[in-house]
């Protein structure tokens, strides 16, 4: 079965504490990328990653991580927590479409909600 | 101003209801356009994908695509309840991965 999994799926943590969420697809998509959803701001990327040691700033990457040493995973890391940012993180995985109107193949994972006290 | 602006809702219709969804953005650069449909506590799920401006039609849902207005919706027809979902709109420069942009979703809810 086709599927993004991310770990924990629950995390209370306090300021400072450095953390990672890990995220795993099993699809062997090229393109990994992170959100961050809060309530009236939609989905913001947070970074995305296009192959194996390829990562890139998406719109909200201030206080975050990440690293692409293998195809299948993507953590998320902070390093030093801090209140706001409190939300509920989604991990997302693509098949990068070739030439042409391909149908997009795109799996988000069941997201980490998160509390920074 | 937000690069993609959406009506965050809610909005309550009954059940057979035409549904007419909208996002607006800024950046002409915008290429590729997805309609995503969010379930209480789960991930977003890809509903549509479309490219440049024109029509997409898969069964109930079009989406639809005014590059010159840089205004982009999601039809719904014969609404159902099972329907009742966030729907997030977002958009990207590039087919080959790169930034995606999102609007805030708009929460729907159709009553049977």
């Known amino acids: 079965e086709a599927q993004v999994t991310q770990n924990p799926r629950y995390l209370i943590t306090v300021t400072g504490k450095k953390l990672t969420v890990t995220c795993s697809q099993n699809?062997?998509?090229?393109?990994m990328s992170w959100y961050r959803q809060d309530p009236g701001l939609g989905l913001r990327q947070i970074y995305y990653?296009?192959?194996?040691?390829?990562?890139d700033k998406g719109d909200v990457p201030e206080g975050y991580k990440v690293s692409r040493k293998e195809k299948r995973n993507f953590p998320l890391i902070l390093e030093s927590p801090s209140p706001n940012q409190t939300s509920l993180y989604f991990c997302?995985?693509?098949?990068?479409?070739?030439?042409?109107?391909?149908?997009?193949?795109?799996?988000f994972g069941p997201g980490t909600r998160l509390l920074v006290l | 101003q937000k690069e993609v602006e959406q009506d965050p809702g809610p909005l309550s219709v009954p059940e057979g209801a035409i549904v007419s969804l909208n996002c607006t953005y800024s950046?002409?650069?915008?290429?590729?356009f997805m309609w995503y449909r969010q379930y209480s506590r789960k991930g977003p799920e890809l509903l549509m994908y479309t490219y440049s401006s024109g029509n997409k039609e898969d069964g109930r849902f079009t989406a639809q695509v005014d590059k010159s207005s840089k205004y982009i919706s999601l039809f719904i027809r014969d609404s159902q309840p099972s329907d009742s979902a966030t729907y997030l709109c977002?958009?990207?420069?590039?087919?080959?991965?790169?930034?995606?942009?999102f609007g805030q979703g708009t929460e729907l809810s159709v009553k049977p």
């Open positions: 990653s296009m192959n194996v040691e390829v990562t």
């Open positions: 977002a958009m990207s420069e590039y087919n080959q991965g790169g930034k995606l942009i």
């Open positions: 950046n002409s650069a915008f290429q590729y």
């Open positions: 997302a995985s693509r098949r990068l479409a070739g030439g042409g109107l391909l149908k997009e193949t795109q799996y």
């Open positions: 699809m062997n998509h090229e393109y």
